[in-house]
């Protein structure tokens, strides 16, 4: 592909590199949001494009914006203020929406979603070949680049589904790259072993299901679903002691659990829900701050006698962010994750409509419902991970300033 300039260039390698390094690279991706963020006021200070946001933009940046200054506000309602800096360095990221948005609407005639589809395809199959080694090579839970599995299998599942997006590109090598990303993020997620996220890969699966164009099921792709699955079975068969330990493991302790015993996983999952609930009631407006997150659910922990485990979350993003800032942290987090969907809906219909809301749905929807056992944001590769597609999401809707003839943004060698 040829580019108008450096800077169209580097927006391009910039869309694929977020899509392709989560799962194998991990924080790296974190590492470029913050990197993409500053060049951004750099470039801006220098006038080398323009600052312009869409009314759809303006409510991302708004959104994320109260989202930082909820929790940051409730912070101060708390104990222990000397450490709210150590603890909330983390929202930073949310705020690159304000200059990296207008830096990528800066050269829009890329097309953002096929690329970021096409590195999230390459990136489910390295997380696929990474987990595989793991797994087969050193008797491992798959962790990817993450150097978490839990975080390891949603970003799978999110690659997964954003590799779907190009099911109905005309080119058929790009179809069949998708199949293999659909493919290889799925089975990544069954190498993380990790349940809450292997149960909402089911409706994720569903929804690709939806949105797959059966005219573009080509024989060709055919062929390339059926090779897949050979692979697929074959991945399984090496990794089947782990899988098979796992659910031996599950069935254990829901036993524990049904018998009023606690088990390592889901009972202490159970004791951190009780105990935040407990937590929220305590401060249910304006919660504890999230400096105080764990400390307190620590404290109602001890009144069971049984010992208590080192957390930084209470593997309930709502229940979390809930005992962090009550219902005003909880109801800007729910707004974190349904205002793009809905600025994707509300979005001019171009061409790119359909991929765009399914990109915003699917993402949203790992995010939020992985969210209810598993961690979600306050985790610096899912934090920059949403970001990034939220951005994409809203650098990708039609600008109808420029679209009616008003003059475009003129970027210059970056």
């Not at 392709?20 to 801006?44: D, E, Q, T, Y």
């Not at 997150?293 to 979350?313: F, I, N």
Request: with cysteine; proline share 3%.
């Amino acid at each position: 592909m040829t580019y108008k300039n450096a800077f169209e260039r580097n927006n391009a390698i910039s869309v694929f590199l977020m899509g392709a390094l989560p799962a194998v690279a991990g924080s790296a991706i974190s590492v470029m949001l913050v990197s993409f963020m500053v060049w951004a006021v750099i470039s801006l200070a220098f006038r080398r494009f323009e600052f312009h946001l869409t009314p759809g933009d303006r409510l991302v940046a708004w959104t994320f914006t109260a989202f930082v200054g909820l929790v940051l506000a409730t912070a101060l309602f708390g104990e222990n203020l000397e450490q709210i800096p150590w603890h909330t360095l983390w929202l930073l990221p949310f705020l690159s929406v304000w200059v990296v948005i207008p830096r990528l609407r800066a050269t829009p005639d890329l097309d953002y979603l096929h690329i970021f589809a096409v590195g999230a395809a390459v990136g489910a199959v390295g997380a696929l070949i990474i987990g595989l080694v793991q797994v087969v090579g050193f008797d491992q839970r798959a962790e990817g680049g993450a150097g978490n599995a839990a975080v390891f299998g949603i970003i799978s599942l999110c690659l997964a589904a954003i590799a779907s997006l190009n099911l109905d590109d005309p080119r058929r090598n790009d179809r069949m790259l998708a199949v293999a990303g659909i493919v290889a993020g799925l089975l990544a997620v069954v190498l993380s072993l990790t349940r809450g996220v292997a149960i909402v890969a089911i409706g994720v699966l569903i929804v690709i299901v939806i949105y797959a164009p059966r005219q573009r099921l080509t024989n060709a792709t055919r062929v390339a679903w059926l090779g897949l699955a050979v692979a697929v079975a074959a991945a399984l068969y090496g990794a089947a002691d782990l899988i098979a330990d796992r659910l031996l493991l599950t069935v254990e302790e829901l036993n524990s659990v049904v018998s009023g015993e606690n088990s390592a996983n889901i009972g202490e999952r159970l004791r951190l829900w009780i105990a935040g609930w407990s937590a929220i009631g305590e401060s249910p407006l304006w919660g504890h701050g999230i400096q105080n997150r764990m400390a307190k659910v620590s404290e109602l922990l001890l009144r069971d006698g049984l010992p208590v485990q080192h957390y930084s979350h209470a593997h309930n993003a709502f229940i979390t962010f809930a005992i962090d800032g009550g219902i005003v942290v909880l109801g800007a987090v729910i707004a974190v994750l349904i205002v793009p969907v809905f600025v994707a809906w509300r979005a001019p219909r171009d061409i790119r409509h359909r991929k765009r809301f399914f990109l915003a749905l699917q993402v949203s929807l790992i995010f939020g419902l992985c969210g209810l056992t598993q961690i979600m944001f306050k985790h610096d590769i899912m934090d920059a991970f949403y970001i990034f597609s939220t951005i994409l999401v809203a650098a990708s809707i039609t600008d109808i300033r420029a679209r009616d003839g008003a003059k475009a943004p003129m970027p210059s060698e970056d």
